[in-house]
């Protein structure tokens, strides 16, 4: 069987599993994305996200994260929802956190797909990620060709948007290896305009992470600086925004993933339940959640910050 054969059956089992874009790109060392990713850490953008400044051999080289790594398989994992919180004034919650937490639905049907290819292809090594630290997701998808990284900095997919998870295997087999694409962002700026916390460069392409509602809400353990009093468009968890306005995400089609499916009683909280939320409300609605990451003290403060700030004059 020839590289193109193997690369083809990959992609057919990857989109049996529910992987709804598959690109394969060589794994090499990745020369410009060293040099974007160094002039980002130097600017301090990554905020308390210290983690992203771990590792950078290993970010920037795969074949130093897995040795003998020939390929990377890059995976796209639908999570858009047309489901809306019922209580237009209720704290919100980005779409990608309704259901139970996509790093262990994810990374089940990525190990699914590893294994079928260690035994339909024999003897492989390699190892699998989802959303991890020492992995430039976004860098190597683009270089597989599953979409071209936006103004909004995000992975863009012309016929998906961009409401995905990225997934990638590591791996020492030979492939064959898919194009980049071209960037459509053209002359847009919605993202940049709609950004609340003019977290996006005025020229798009690069983000100030310590200024992102995402990073607000989620990575940052201190308390919210109130410069962001009236800029937070009433998120606790997350951000859809910059998504939102894409124009490209008028392709999005809601996922069949019954894992992301948000619990009734979550969507149905309203204002007033969200800032009355207690530890065994918050157990009960988050379990098995990535909102878990929050601990419950972290939401609650993320609460009691847009409940202050909606009453500032
Ligand atoms: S997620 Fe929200 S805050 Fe972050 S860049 Fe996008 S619009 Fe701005
Ligand atoms: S909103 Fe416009 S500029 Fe921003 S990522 Fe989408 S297409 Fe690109």
Known sequence: MNVSQRSALIKEKATELG??????????????????????????????????ANHFDKRVDPTILVPGAKSVI??????????????????KISIYAYGKDYHKIVKKKLLSLFEWIKATFGDVDGRVFVDSAPVLERDWAKRSGIGWIGKNTLLINPKKGSYFFLAEIII??????????????????????????????PNGYFMDGSKCISYLTIELKDSISTEFSDKMANYMFG??????????????TPHNEEAFLPKAELLSMTKADWYELTIPVFDTLFESSAVKRTKYQGL????????????AP
């Open 19 to 52: 992987f709804f874009l598959c690109g394969i790109s060589k794994a090499e060392f990745m020369e410009e994305e060293a040099k974007n990713l160094e002039n980002w850490l130097n600017q301090n953008h990554h905020g308390e996200m210290s983690y992203m």
């Open 172 to 201: 020492d087999l030979d492939l064959h290896y898919d194009d980049p694409i071209t960037d459509y962002c053209g002359t847009c700026t919605r993202c940049i305009d709609a950004c609340p916390t003019e977290a996006i460069s």
């Open 239 to 252: 951000c859809d925004i910059c998504q939102q306005v894409c124009p490209w995400n008028r392709f999005s």
């Open 300 to 311: 609650k403060r993320n609460i009691e910050f847009l409940k202050i700030s909606s009453k």
């Open 74 to 91: 890059s995976l796209a994992y639908n999570y858009y929802s047309e489901e809306e919180q019922e209580d237009v004034e209720a704290p």
